[in-house]
């Protein structure tokens, strides 16, 4: 029995070598993915958005008859061209129409062998526009696309029509080098210049379709400059509403009415002091201040150590010309945890050459208000409204007209995992650490996201770098940094499968 016993031992530390080591996984080359997303820039992504650029997509709000137009269907049609062209395997692509809604592209990319099942990616960019803008210099336009050496000028280009191909490409240099990759979503809408009003009805629709995303990637952001990987903590909500004073029923001789009747244009300076300090710019009421994390005052005193004056010398100031502070620190807070207001458009102010010496009938002025990533817009905007309706001066007639308003964003801790992700994209990369910064600008889908799934991260990022001048004369894209930044997010969707 003894033999026996021993013999059989014998066979069972022939047979047994220890724990089943797990076959190992390929990593992502990150000098071969760069090659892949350079060589696709080059092939074909930048033609494509050229002929983007030259389409006049606008945004609903700004072009009500798009529809007749058929720019956007125009847009739409040639990212989807693309897209189809460089699907990845077994990936489906569907234009989808909701009645009386903008059209939206969805991509749905099955995950690879090796990727954890339960892995969901949602990558999400919008291909709608800002309108035309005055002052674009010599030689630029609109719908014109022009490459001078790294950037490509027109509007739409970094805000943000690479967010599609960028997001393919990532997806496709992570399968190049059979590295394995969580599922994909990419959500490409063309509503998000007009508030993104059409987009809950989309999330609705496609909810089974779409899972719940353990990471959101939003490819719609900005950047402090274009030396590393920003990663975007923040983004404050905004109100926008007309002003209509209205104090004659047709305007008069100035030198008959003025000193009996009241300028429509006081009292609306009027009405504008109750809710702004014109000699600081701070709003006023409780409505419009939020208490700023600790963690959020650290990280704008870091990204001011490393960008320094550029918080204010990257906009084309007029000589002379000083920022509302000397300190960085307080105008990188300024930009992305307090309110501010600004007019961005009149009516009822004739052009200079045709203006005569006649007292307005009325005033109306198109207010744009900037809110703190954690107020509650809907409460702000009824403050908004009480404060600039109630009691008007004289007993003009006052109304607050299309006022709408969406609420900020801020976001969740990120894993360890992924900040280290971030870390080596930025290292790998750009050769310089990840930086974290919130944002003065909107972009609705975040908050929306973050409230129907709380339990996924995010990772929002862009290419709105210095001098870009997304809205404004003059945007372009940084095409180094869309490359580097389509690798960074190819090595961050590639470790996040990674055990």
């Known amino acids: ?277 014109p000699q600081t710019g701070e709003l006023l009421g409780e409505e419009f201040a939020a208490e700023i994390p600790q963690e959020r005052v650290a990280q704008a005193q870091a990204v001011a150590e490393v960008i320094g004056d550029e918080i204010y010398s990257k906009f084309p100031l007029q000589s002379g010309m000083q920022p509302t502070s000397p300190d960085p620190t307080t105008l990188i807070l300024a930009r992305t945890w307090r309110a501010t207001l600004s007019i961005v458009g009149a009516d009822g102010l004739p052009p200079i050459a045709s203006a005569g010496n006649v007292l307005r009938p009325f005033t109306a002025l198109k207010l744009s208000v900037r809110l703190p990533p954690t107020i509650d817009a809907k409460v702000a905007a009824v403050a908004l409204r009480q404060r600039l309706e109630a009691d008007p001066p004289y007993d003009a007639h006052v109304q607050i007209e299309n006022l709408e308003g969406a609420s900020g964003w801020n976001a969740p801790p990120l894993s360890p995992k992924l900040e280290a992700l971030l870390q080596e994209a930025s290292q790998t990369y750009f050769g310089a650490p990840a930086m974290a910064m919130g944002e003065g600008g909107s972009i609705p889908f975040m908050g929306m996201l973050g409230k129907k799934f709380p339990r996924a991260e995010f990772v929002v990022t862009g290419v709105l770098g210095p001098l870009s001048n997304a809205h404004g004369p003059n945007e372009f894209l940084h095409l180094p940094t869309a490359r580097r930044l389509t690798a960074s997010i190819a090595t961050i969707i590639a470790g996040l499968a990674a055990p």
């Open 1 to 277: 029995m003894g033999v026996a016993i021993e013999l059989a031992r014998g066979f069972q530390r022939l047979w047994y070598r220890g724990p089943r080591k797990k076959p190992m996984l390929p990593t992502l080359d990150p000098k071969r993915a760069q090659a892949f997303v350079d060589e696709q820039f080059s092939a074909s992504i930048v033609e494509t958005l050229e002929r983007y650029i030259e389409i006049p997509n606008k945004s609903p709000m700004f072009d009500p008859k798009w529809r007749e137009h058929g720019h956007m269907d125009a847009a739409v049609r040639l990212v989807a061209d693309w897209c189809r062209d460089h699907l990845p395997s077994r990936a489906l692509l569907e234009v989808i129409g909701l009645p009386d809604r903008t059209p939206l592209i969805f991509i749905d990319v099955p995950g690879t062998e090796g990727a954890p099942p339960e892995q969901t990616v949602l990558l999400y960019g919008h291909l709608d526009k800002q309108p035309e803008m005055t002052g674009w210099a010599e030689g630029l336009g609109p719908w014109t696309p022009v490459l001078r050496e790294d950037k490509l000028y027109g509007r739409g280009g970094a805000d943000d029509g690479y967010s599609a191909f960028a997001s393919l490409t990532a997806l496709a240099a992570i399968d190049e080098q059979g590295v394995p990759r969580p599922r994909c979503v990419i959500l490409i809408e063309a509503c998000e210049e007009s508030g993104s009003v059409d987009l809950p009805a989309y999330i609705d629709h496609l909810e089974d379709r779409i899972g719940t995303p353990t990471l959101v990637v939003c490819l719609d952001s900005g950047c402090g400059n274009y030396d590393q990987l920003w990663c975007t903590t923040s983004l404050r909500g905004n109100i926008t509403c007309t002003l209509r004073v209205e104090v004659l029923r047709e305007g008069v001789h100035s030198g008959d009415a003025s000193g009996v009747v009241a300028s429509s244009f006081r009292i609306a300076r009027m009405l504008l002091s109750r809710i702004e300090d």
